[in-house]
């Protein structure tokens, strides 16, 4: 069968690669794909990254199966229009995508279901955001609403990097790259959590959960855990930290409650 990659990011090569060595796999396309992609002789670099186009081109091409790695396209509905018109997609769809796409959706969600989340708040006014900093107090955490490919956040040691990081979101979030909803810049300002981080990775087809493999990345750009965030330095996996108990507890408290919420 033939099989489409859809991405251009180092985890899009990596999906490739190993789709590609499937005996069931008799070609592999990656959109757009990238420098590695397009040196791998099994592979196939596709010049589309449009949702509408692509979907086209996999329906001349008669791809049987299409796998999603990044967010933007996601967000913008590609799981929603391969199905519409018959192709077989692995993603979610753009409704349940808004978990990654948009972290004031997230929060309101996790709020609404009752599963464990930093105390927030989320603004479109600069004065209002500028207000809150003062009144809660460094350290603490600047998220930009929308998609901004990991670098949408802030940790701010001191409140003057959290005025910052509000004037850039909300003055000129066009420079970040960042994707926001409903038309408008956003930011959602967060209680800063002192802890040990790592990625809780499940596969889930509405009802049904199965856990994979847990990781943890590193995205500040420089050594020491210095440098702005990136959209990830490296990685590794297992995650140490994610302890059998720790394991159960996220499964019963936020995984769970999370499928649950979705299903309604």
Not at 42 to 58: F, H, K, M, Q, S
Not at 205 to 216: H, I, K
Not at 257 to 262: A, K, L
Request: hydrophobic share 45%; charged share 20%; aromatic share 6%.
């Amino acid at each position: 069968m033939k099989v489409l990659v859809i991405g251009g990011g180092g985890r899009e090569h990596a999906l490739a690669w190993k789709l590609a060595q499937s005996k069931k796999v008799q070609a592999v396309y990656v959109a757009p794909g990238n420098g590695g992609t397009a040196q791998d002789a099994r592979l196939e670099n596709v010049a589309i990254t449009d949702v509408v186009p692509l979907r086209e081109w996999a329906q001349a091409q008669k791809i049987a199966l299409t796998v999603v790695g990044p967010e933007a396209p996601l967000a913008a509905g590609v799981v929603d229009e391969f199905r519409a018109h018959g192709l077989r997609v692995f993603g979610p769809t753009q409704a349940a995508a808004q978990l990654e796409s948009s972290k004031a959706f997230s929060k309101a969600f996790m709020e609404r279901h009752g599963i464990p989340t930093a105390a927030y708040r989320t603004f479109t006014d600069r004065a209002e955001a500028h207000a809150y900093v003062d009144e809660q107090g460094a350290p603490i955490v600047v998220k930009a609403d929308g998609l901004a490919a990991g670098k949408g956040v802030v940790v701010a040691m001191t409140a003057q990097e959290a005025h910052e990081a509000i004037d850039f979101m909300l003055l000129d979030h066009n420079k970040l790259g960042v994707s926001h909803n409903e038309g408008g810049a956003r930011v959602v300002i967060e209680e800063f959590l002192q802890g040990e981080e790592a990625s809780f990775i499940v596969l889930c087809d509405g009802r049904n959960v199965t856990a994979l493999a847990t990781s943890q990345d590193h995205k500040r750009l420089q050594d020491g855990d210095l440098g702005p965030n990136t959209g990830g330095m490296g990685a590794y996996s297992p995650a140490p930290v994610v302890t059998p108990a720790v394991h159960a507890r996220a499964m019963r408290e936020i995984i769970m409650p999370t499928v649950r919420g979705m299903e309604k």
